[in-house]
């Protein structure tokens, strides 16, 4: 049996920092907002809990600054100064205040221990609330969790015979192959004159960890961070107590209990009987509605023959180019938009034409441009093109009937027939247990290397910026494609407009991802005189 994950001088210490020390759901108080976010940022690369990373890389770490930033406790606890303030609030939110006044205060909050589905559900949102979530290029998953087991969810929902012992299987099958892979990739890509250990280990950690990472079940166990602003968490909350995972349901109700102690009068709506449980009811039925008026219902349809990965173009507007030239002529003119014409090459060379880096962004007249695309692709690169906001979005449930995707360069290693095993088998498991607890419980045991259909909405700025940012050739090998694809498409309709994507880069990328990245990283370390070992 596991201990306490901290002893009485570190709660001491912690205390003052958390909502409380022994749930993973907990907010952030007494902390300067820089170092709320660099707390935060360490989720992307780190195993450990937020409250072990204060102690261990801030409080316990002299250099790191915190006592200057933090260090001397302020007259008034967050707490105290939250419970004065609620009186005020009540008076301006009742008084003068419409919804959006609820915007204006904020909140970071920390969900631990939650399985990749749930975090999904929790970055569903696109306005007003920023996630930042444990990678799984950086991290790796095959660590056990205080109570000695693999960090996968587990809950009552799925007590099924097969359930554990399929997921166990899977994540034995990831740490098995962890070594190996690292140590090939090593051979494969020898450290160069110049390269430091640090960069040269974490390039070939990061491709090995990669390739892993289809193995990895949705049910595998994240950490994420949320910052967002009190209307947002609102709906979150309201959103999530709705969902058909039993687990998110849990979740509203432990996000809204940590949220109510820090700001409260935001989230006092999300679930009392007057609007939020009413509006949680209405979209649990309103999925029951629409799900009878489905023709073909998922569970037990399998057709066997998979689908290959695939970016279709469903939809876009033929006469998207005038209305991109138009929008762009509109401030400058006291003409109405569909009177307003201009020569397309010279429009579109005045607004894109000098773009020097990614950075530049496209202008809004971009946005009267829309394109639909329709995408089958393994979950990992959903998991992860998932975040981008400026789009309309949804995915189908993930089953195991698409098919899944061996990475290529575990085949390479001679490895791809142990892999291929263990997602084959969890591939059985799913099929018992779509039928025992229903397909959406059924998702926790697929492995991220199977395939799952979605869709984006999105225009033309958004495409800019996604391509842009998601081909670069240290991205993963899986989204780069996907991202390719589409605006593959788009350049096949729209060539004018798709030109000035000048940053979208459609090579074969590089063999190993991560070693231009970490050299600049070193160099960075080396700019600021830290060791770079
Ligand atoms: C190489 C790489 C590594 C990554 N690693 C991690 C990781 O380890 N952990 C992790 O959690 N995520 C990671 N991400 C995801 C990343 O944090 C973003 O969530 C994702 O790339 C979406 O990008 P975006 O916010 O720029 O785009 P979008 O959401 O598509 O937004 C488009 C643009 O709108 C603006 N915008 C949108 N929302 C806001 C807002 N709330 N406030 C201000 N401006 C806004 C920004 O200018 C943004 O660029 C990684 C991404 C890349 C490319």
Redesign the pocket.
């Given at each position: 049996m596991a201990g306490p994950e901290f002893n009485a001088g570190e709660s001491e210490l912690l205390s003052r920092y958390f909502t409380n020390l022994d749930r993973p759901v907990f907010a952030l108080r007494n902390l300067p907002e820089v170092v709320k976010g660099a707390l935060f940022s360490r989720y992307?690369r780190t195993e450990k809990s937020l409250r072990r990373v204060l102690l261990d890389e801030f409080i316990n770490e002299p250099d790191s600054g915190f006592d200057r930033l933090a260090g001397a406790p302020p007259v008034d606890d967050d707490m105290v100064a939250v419970r004065r303030a609620e009186e005020f609030y009540e008076r301006v939110l009742v008084g003068y205040g419409d919804d959006s006044v609820a915007e204006l205060a904020g909140a970071h909050v920390a969900v631990e221990q939650t399985s990749t589905l749930a975090a999904k559900a929790l970055e569903d949102s696109r306005i007003g609330i920023?996630?930042?979530?444990k990678?799984t290029r950086?991290v790796r998953f095959d660590r056990p969790g205080l109570d000695g087991r693999y960090l996968y969810h587990r809950g009552p929902e799925l007590a099924h015979p097969d359930y554990e012992r399929a997921a166990d299987a899977l994540f034995d099958a990831y740490s098995s192959l962890v070594e190996p892979a690292t140590l090939a990739i090593r051979e494969r890509f020898p450290q160069e004159d110049g390269e430091t250990d640090r960069a040269w280990k974490s390039a070939t950690r990061a491709k090995a960890l990669d390739m892993l990472r289809g193995l990895l079940p949705a049910g595998t166990l994240t950490n994420?961070g949320l910052f967002g602003n009190g209307r947002a968490f609102e709906y979150l909350i309201t959103k999530m107590a709705a969902h058909e995972l039993p687990e998110c349901r849990r979740l509203a109700a432990d996000l809204h209990r940590e949220l109510s102690l820090v700001i409260p009068a935001f989230v006092r709506r999300a679930l009392d009987e007057k609007y939020g449980t009413p509006a949680a009811e209405r979209l649990a039925q309103i999925r029951d509605r629409v799900k009878k008026q489905t023709i073909s219902p998922l569970a037990g349809e399998h057709g066997g023959g998979g689908a290959r990965p695939s970016v279709h173009l469903v939809e876009y507007d033929v006469d998207a180019e005038r209305k991109v030239v138009a929008a762009a002529l509109f401030p400058y003119s006291d003409r109405p938009l569909e009177e307003l014409t201009g020569d397309p090459a010279a429009v579109l060379e005045a607004i894109l034409g000098d773009r020097a880096n990614r950075r530049q962004r496209a202008p809004r007249a971009l946005e009267h441009a829309q394109y639909e695309f329709e995408i089958v692709a393994n979950f990992a690169a959903y998991r992860?093109l998932h975040?981008?906001?400026?789009?309309t979005q949804d995915r189908q449930l993930l089953g195991t009937a698409l098919g899944y995707d061996s990475p290529p360069g575990l085949a390479e290693l001679g490895m791809e027939a142990r892999f291929a095993t263990a997602v084959e088998a969890a591939a059985g498991v799913h099929r018992r247990l779509e039928s025992d607890t229903g397909s959406a419980v059924a998702q926790y045991i697929v492995p991220l290397a199977f395939h799952v259909r979605w869709y984006f909405r999105a225009n033309l700025r958004?495409i800019y910026?996604?391509c842009e940012?998601?081909t670069t050739p240290?991205?993963h090998p899986d989204y780069r494609w996907v991202a390719q694809e589409m605006f593959r498409r788009v350049a096949e309709v729209h060539p004018r407009l798709a030109r000035y994507a000048r940053f979208v880069d459609l090579g074969p990328g590089d063999e190993l991802e991560r070693r231009k990245s970490e050299r600049r990283i070193d160099e960075k370390l080396s700019a600021l005189d830290r060791p770079v070992r």
């Amino acid at each position: 049996m596991a201990g306490p994950e901290f002893n009485a001088g570190e709660s001491e210490l912690l205390s003052r920092y958390f909502t409380n020390l022994d749930r993973p759901v907990f907010a952030l108080r007494n902390l300067p907002e820089v170092v709320k976010g660099a707390l935060f940022s360490r989720y992307s690369r780190t195993e450990k809990s937020l409250r072990r990373v204060l102690l261990d890389e801030f409080i316990n770490e002299p250099d790191s600054g915190f006592d200057r930033l933090a260090g001397a406790p302020p007259v008034d606890d967050d707490m105290v100064a939250v419970r004065r303030a609620e009186e005020f609030y009540e008076r301006v939110l009742v008084g003068y205040g419409d919804d959006s006044v609820a915007e204006l205060a904020g909140a970071h909050v920390a969900v631990e221990q939650t399985s990749t589905l749930a975090a999904k559900a929790l970055e569903d949102s696109r306005i007003g609330i920023s996630p930042l979530e444990k990678s799984t290029r950086y991290v790796r998953f095959d660590r056990p969790g205080l109570d000695g087991r693999y960090l996968y969810h587990r809950g009552p929902e799925l007590a099924h015979p097969d359930y554990e012992r399929a997921a166990d299987a899977l994540f034995d099958a990831y740490s098995s192959l962890v070594e190996p892979a690292t140590l090939a990739i090593r051979e494969r890509f020898p450290q160069e004159d110049g390269e430091t250990d640090r960069a040269w280990k974490s390039a070939t950690r990061a491709k090995a960890l990669d390739m892993l990472r289809g193995l990895l079940p949705a049910g595998t166990l994240t950490n994420l961070g949320l910052f967002g602003n009190g209307r947002a968490f609102e709906y979150l909350i309201t959103k999530m107590a709705a969902h058909e995972l039993p687990e998110c349901r849990r979740l509203a109700a432990d996000l809204h209990r940590e949220l109510s102690l820090v700001i409260p009068a935001f989230v006092r709506r999300a679930l009392d009987e007057k609007y939020g449980t009413p509006a949680a009811e209405r979209l649990a039925q309103i999925r029951d509605r629409v799900k009878k008026q489905t023709i073909s219902p998922l569970a037990g349809e399998h057709g066997g023959g998979g689908a290959r990965p695939s970016v279709h173009l469903v939809e876009y507007d033929v006469d998207a180019e005038r209305k991109v030239v138009a929008a762009a002529l509109f401030p400058y003119s006291d003409r109405p938009l569909e009177e307003l014409t201009g020569d397309p090459a010279a429009v579109l060379e005045a607004i894109l034409g000098d773009r020097a880096n990614r950075r530049q962004r496209a202008p809004r007249a971009l946005e009267h441009a829309q394109y639909e695309f329709e995408i089958v692709a393994n979950f990992a690169a959903y998991r992860d093109l998932h975040r981008h906001r400026m789009l309309t979005q949804d995915r189908q449930l993930l089953g195991t009937a698409l098919g899944y995707d061996s990475p290529p360069g575990l085949a390479e290693l001679g490895m791809e027939a142990r892999f291929a095993t263990a997602v084959e088998a969890a591939a059985g498991v799913h099929r018992r247990l779509e039928s025992d607890t229903g397909s959406a419980v059924a998702q926790y045991i697929v492995p991220l290397a199977f395939h799952v259909r979605w869709y984006f909405r999105a225009n033309l700025r958004e495409i800019y910026h996604l391509c842009e940012l998601r081909t670069t050739p240290q991205g993963h090998p899986d989204y780069r494609w996907v991202a390719q694809e589409m605006f593959r498409r788009v350049a096949e309709v729209h060539p004018r407009l798709a030109r000035y994507a000048r940053f979208v880069d459609l090579g074969p990328g590089d063999e190993l991802e991560r070693r231009k990245s970490e050299r600049r990283i070193d160099e960075k370390l080396s700019a600021l005189d830290r060791p770079v070992r």
